[in-house]
């Protein structure tokens, strides 16, 4: 699979690029489910030196897109698979806790997990534009109601029921990069019950 | 005049010769307030009357973000400069009636870093005094890597060092002491910003070698104010005010526009900020682009010019101004 298109919107909508090689002490690379794709073709395109420095972080994609196998083949100096962000999320603190300036960061798949990625990065202090990032595989969108704060993984319709309080909300480009996810607004609000049907925007 | 920021009328306070070179100048309200809050970084920009030439230089304010009872500036002298160093070192005293601008910040420190590394150069120190200064009171995590001639031209060595020990580290030329700065660079904990003022040399040498230690841009600032350099005269045609005037060997295209009774916007007046620019609608000849404002990209076009350092050779320029 090559670059996603996304059609153009606000501002606030995150776009991507494409990963390429750049120099540095360290290289850490974060990708889930078709993102392997994106650390593939990377690898490919850079020295034979880049395998020897790089540490990935890996998971499975938002639609069961595991690459693991082909992965775990390249000889990378570091290797780590994990089956959630969540129980990635202590040894990427560390890794980023450890790290000096220079390294460089390489996000790949599902914008959930670049951006939630990318919000640690930011939290270590690093400038968000500070990162490479490439969009491959699942569009599907993590979603913040704005009523009730509760975050939605995996939204692929719109609108869709908050996973929380179970308003039914529109799901907006207006992102916020502090919480790593999309702003979903209630839809009937203004004429309760008036929900027009969901339609599969995200898949 | 009121292109530039907001003007605030000064009296002299004190004057200090910190070294043979430099010379500290202290200015407070005329009518006794306070001075508006600033951010470490910030500069403002000393209007002067030099004996009829008019000079307007940005200077970096140095004192404690914290103190608004009046501001500081160091002035290194410059021989060899277009004179505004020359007149504050030699025409101003206590109790002298000046203006100076609100204070303007174009290199504010980056409060989300985890930590603020600063590389200083000669005179190049002042901005970072502020900067230390707010950062001490916050708490935050600094390390300052300082570079002069000799002790005797470091200014304000001895009282970093006194205040703040370890974290202050001097280097001198002449002892050719040098900052090792590729192994500085590396050992930087994630989250660093890095911060150079000083000659250009440096500046460039910082940004090229962190660079290709592989830094972010974004964590990358620096302050260099251009002095505007010397050139032919050229005349120069201001389309919206209807006026055709000539540029002087040692005046700058926004003195001319200024000096013509155009109202011209500006800020830092050193090819830094952007404010000034402004639209060319005719081109026979060739700009002199000396900002570091406008891209790679927009100085090929020719539709843009700074004229607070830039300037033009040929047979005619014609402005939106
Ligand atoms: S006044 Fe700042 S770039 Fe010209």
């Known amino acids: 699979?090559?670059?996603?298109?996304?059609?153009?919107?606000?501002?606030?909508?995150?776009?991507?690029?494409?990963?390429?090689?750049?120099?540095?002490?360290?290289?850490?690379?974060?990708?889930?489910?078709?993102?392997?794709?994106?650390?593939?073709?990377?690898?490919?395109?850079?020295?034979?030196?880049?395998?020897?420095?790089?540490?990935?972080?890996?998971?499975?994609?938002?639609?069961?897109?595991?690459?693991?196998?082909?992965?775990?083949?390249?000889?990378?100096?570091?290797?780590?698979?994990?089956?959630?962000?969540?129980?990635?999320?202590?040894?990427?603190?560390?890794?980023?806790?450890?790290?000096?300036?220079?390294?460089?960061?390489?996000?790949?798949?599902?914008?959930?997990?670049i951006g939630q990625a990318q919000r640690e990065v930011m939290e270590a202090g690093l400038p968000h534009d500070a990162v490479q990032t490439e969009h491959r595989g699942s569009w599907v969108r993590r979603v913040q109601c704005?009523?009730?704060?509760?975050?939605?993984?995996?939204?692929?319709?719109?609108?869709?029921?908050?996973?929380?309080?179970?308003?039914?909300?529109?799901?907006?480009?207006?992102?916020?990069?502090?919480?790593a996810a999309f702003q979903g607004v209630n839809i009937d609000a203004e004429d309760p019950g008036s929900v027009p049907p969901p339609v599969e925007k995200f898949r | 005049m009121s292109g530039g920021a907001a003007k605030i009328p000064v009296r002299v306070a004190e004057v200090t010769e910190v070294n043979a070179l430099i010379r500290r100048i202290r200015f407070v309200r005329r009518d006794g307030g306070p001075m508006?809050?600033?951010?470490?970084?910030?500069?403002?920009?000393?209007?002067?009357?030099?004996?009829?030439?008019?000079?307007?230089?940005?200077?970096?304010?140095?004192?404690?973000?914290?103190?608004?009872?009046?501001?500081?500036?160091?002035?290194?002298?410059?021989?060899?400069?277009?004179?505004?160093?020359?007149?504050?070192h030699r025409h101003v005293v206590p109790g002298m009636d000046m203006v100076i601008s609100h204070p303007v910040n174009l290199f504010a420190l980056d409060l989300r870093a985890k930590k603020h590394l600063m590389i200083a150069g000669g005179i190049g120190i002042t901005p970072f005094l502020a900067q230390i200064a707010q950062l001490a009171a916050l708490g935050g995590r600094f390390e300052l890597h300082y570079a002069t001639r000799n002790p005797a031209l470091c200014a304000y060595g001895d009282e970093l060092t006194a205040r703040y020990g370890g974290r202050v580290h001097l280097y001198h030329d002449d002892a050719g002491q040098m900052i090792t700065l590729p192994a500085l660079l590396a050992g930087q904990p994630l989250g660093t910003h890095l911060y150079v003022c000083g000659p250009k040399g440096m500046i460039r040498w910082v940004r090229s070698t962190a660079d290709s230690a592989g830094w972010p841009r974004a964590a990358v600032h620096h302050e260099?104010?251009?002095?505007?350099?010397?050139?032919?005269?050229?005349?120069?045609?201001?389309?919206?005010?209807?006026?055709?005037?000539?540029?002087?060997?040692?005046?700058?295209?926004?003195?001319?526009?200024?000096?013509?009774?155009?109202?011209?916007?500006?800020?830092?007046?050193?090819?830094?900020?952007?404010?000034?620019?402004?639209?060319?609608?005719?081109?026979?000849?060739?700009?002199?682009?000396?900002?570091?404002?406008?891209?790679?990209?927009?100085?090929?076009?020719?539709?843009?010019?700074?004229?607070?350092?830039?300037?033009?050779?040929?047979?005619?320029?014609?402005?939106?101004?």
């Not at chain 2, 008019?54 to 501001?71: C, E, V």
Request: glycine letters at 12%; hydrophobic letters at 40%; a negative charge.
């Open chain 2, 36 to 88: 508006p809050a600033f951010s470490g970084g910030a500069h403002t920009v000393v209007e002067m009357d030099d004996h009829g030439t008019r000079r307007l230089n940005p200077y970096s304010l140095m004192g404690d973000p914290a103190d608004t009872t009046g501001y500081s500036i160091s002035v290194r002298r410059d021989d060899a400069g277009r004179g505004g160093s020359l007149y504050l």
């Open chain 1, 146 to 179: 704005v009523h009730c704060k509760g975050i939605t993984e995996n939204v692929a319709t719109d609108p869709f029921l908050c996973s929380h309080c179970g308003l039914a909300l529109f799901v907006r480009d207006h992102y916020s990069r502090r919480i």
């Open chain 1, 1 to 113: 699979m090559t670059k996603t298109d996304f059609p153009p919107s606000i501002l606030s909508r995150p776009t991507y690029g494409v990963l390429s090689p750049r120099p540095g002490p360290a290289h850490l690379l974060i990708a889930d489910g078709a993102g392997a794709g994106a650390v593939l073709d990377l690898l490919g395109a850079a020295d034979a030196g880049m395998a020897g420095g790089s540490h990935l972080i890996y998971l499975p994609g938002p639609d069961g897109t595991d690459r693991t196998a082909e992965l775990a083949a390249l000889a990378l100096a570091q290797f780590h698979r994990a089956p959630s962000f969540a129980a990635a999320l202590p040894r990427l603190r560390k890794v980023l806790g450890d790290a000096h300036m220079g390294v460089q960061i390489y996000l790949a798949g599902s914008e959930g997990l």
């Open chain 2, 224 to 321: 260099e104010f251009l002095a505007p350099p010397p050139g032919k005269a050229f005349d120069v045609t201001l389309a919206a005010s209807g006026k055709t005037l000539t540029v002087g060997t040692h005046q700058s295209l926004l003195e001319a526009i200024e000096a013509a009774g155009v109202d011209a916007p500006y800020l830092c007046r050193g090819g830094a900020c952007g404010q000034c620019e402004t639209d060319v609608l005719g081109c026979d000849g060739t700009i002199r682009h000396n900002d570091h404002w406008l891209t790679e990209a927009q100085k090929a076009s020719g539709q843009k010019i700074m004229p607070c350092v830039s300037r033009f050779e040929g047979r005619s320029l014609v402005l939106d101004r």
